[in-house]
């Protein structure tokens, strides 16, 4: 008879998938973000399409109602629907039950919007400033007064906002509400959530500004029902912000995703993160500007903003001055390189150029896209469109805004799973 060995510990196999990771939401945060997805929506539509019984629908709605976070409302009308057996009500986000503030912040200009629990629009403000870094004491001044400002535009006090989301360009860790660096900040390693929120006594996310440009046209924009996606913003800087299975992708110290700073050129231009190189370095508006004042001998004067000197070639390449046509032609060639390595490693259904910086149609000519064809790998499918999206920093405000009713929304309804899924 074989001898009974000792038990050995069973180790176990397969992903170490924590509880709530963000793919395993409460049901009751999963049927009030279809309800806010969909505007309005009867219960049994709700039912359906979450696959859970009518029933289960029935008693969460209520909670959520009698939460004051949905309603009920007078059902759509549905053309395709014959009179009988049509829902009379459907279930909307209660409007007033939260308003949150998004903001952007950067070298030109800061940007601010209120939003309702819908994410609807109640009102937006703008402040210019003067290029460069800031202190984080003048900065926090600047996110106050600005704050203010917006409130008092759509009629409320500051109290009356239930979180705030900020922007800022540079590398930021979400889920430890720290700025590693920022174009905006003279400091580096500022804590600039905890920084925002002792200053205006609310609860304060921030993150990247491309991420939050994602997160906009996730929320309000093209990208809404696509699962992969990517949004490169082309401003002071490259960035791009990802959207992996309907969620930003950040990387594991929260920190990927940075376009702008893969090399293109072995030992190539200088870039302002001090390596050479970067698709940055030849992309941005500062790359632009060095090139004219190189090739046209342009001089950059001091306290001159730079999109002043960017105008300006802008309009000799318009004119058609060849020496500024080929600033635009070397930047588009090389924003080419950079997006077909973005189609090489990620086969995104759709990339979405976002930024001010976009109104320069040279950067994104036909030749740049042909470039870029001919660099993507030929695999026999069409390659994902390009879209162009020139809008300004109130659709950055907004992505910060949806970050801001992100965190609302974790805290109210599934405040477990508020550190898993910092989004
Ligand atoms: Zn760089």
Redesign the pocket.
């Known amino acids: 008879m074989q001898k009974e060995r000792e038990a050995e510990p069973r180790r176990g196999v397969g992903p170490l998938i924590p509880p709530l990771s963000e793919g395993q939401r409460p049901l009751r945060q999963q049927v009030f973000e279809r309800i806010r997805a969909a505007g309005l929506i009867p219960r049994i539509t709700l039912a359906r399409e979450l696959a859970v019984s009518p029933a289960s629908v029935t008693t969460i709605t209520q909670e959520l109602i009698e939460a004051g976070l949905i309603e009920e409302l007078p059902a759509p009308r549905d053309p395709e629907a014959t009179g009988r057996g049509r829902p009379a009500v459907a279930l909307g986000v209660r409007t007033g039950a939260h308003r949150v503030a998004g903001m952007k912040l950067s070298d030109r200009e800061h940007t601010a919007v209120i939003v309702d629990f819908a994410g609807t629009l109640i009102a937006d403000d703008v402040i210019p400033r003067r290029p460069g870094p800031l202190s984080l004491t003048d900065l926090l001044d600047a996110v106050e007064t600005l704050l203010d400002r917006v409130c008092a535009k759509a009629g409320l006090d500051r109290a009356d906002l239930s979180a705030v989301g900020i922007g800022v360009p540079g590398f930021v860790d979400v889920a430890e509400g720290m700025v590693l660096w920022s174009s905006v900040l003279t400091e580096r390693q500022v804590p600039l959530a905890a920084a925002a929120a002792a200053r205006l006594s609310l609860p304060v996310s921030i993150d990247n500004d491309a991420n939050l440009v994602a997160l906009a046209e996730l929320w309000f924009g093209a990208g809404r029902a696509l699962s992969d996606f990517a949004v490169v913003t082309i401003e002071h800087g490259v960035g791009m912000g990802f959207v992996m299975n309907h969620r930003i992708y950040r990387g594991a110290q929260r920190l990927g995703m940075e376009l702008?700073?893969t090399k293109v050129q072995l030992d190539g231009a200088l870039?302002?993160?001090?390596?050479r190189g970067?698709l940055?370095?030849y992309v941005a508006d500062y790359a632009l500007a060095r090139e004219a004042s190189t090739a046209l001998n342009w001089g950059h004067k001091e306290g001159q903003p730079i999109n002043v000197l960017l105008e300006s070639l802008y309009d000799h390449a318009k004119a058609g001055n060849a020496t500024a046509r080929s600033i635009f032609r070397r930047a588009g060639r090389y924003l080419a390189v950079g997006l077909s390595n973005v189609i090489n490693l990620f086969d995104p259904a759709l990339i979405i150029l976002s930024g001010e910086r976009m109104r320069y149609d040279y950067l994104y000519a036909a030749e740049t896209l042909a470039e870029m064809d001919s660099l993507a790998i030929d695999t026999g499918r069409p390659r994902p469109p390009i879209e162009i999206h020139a809008w300004g920093d109130l659709l950055w405000a907004h992505g910060a805004a949806a970050l801001a009713l992100s965190a609302v929304t974790e805290g109210l309804l599934a405040p477990a799973a508020r550190e898993i899924a910092a989004q």
Do not use: S
């Not at 870039?271 to 390596?275: F, K, N, S, T, Y």
């Open positions: 702008g700073h870039c302002r993160c001090g390596q970067c940055e370095a």
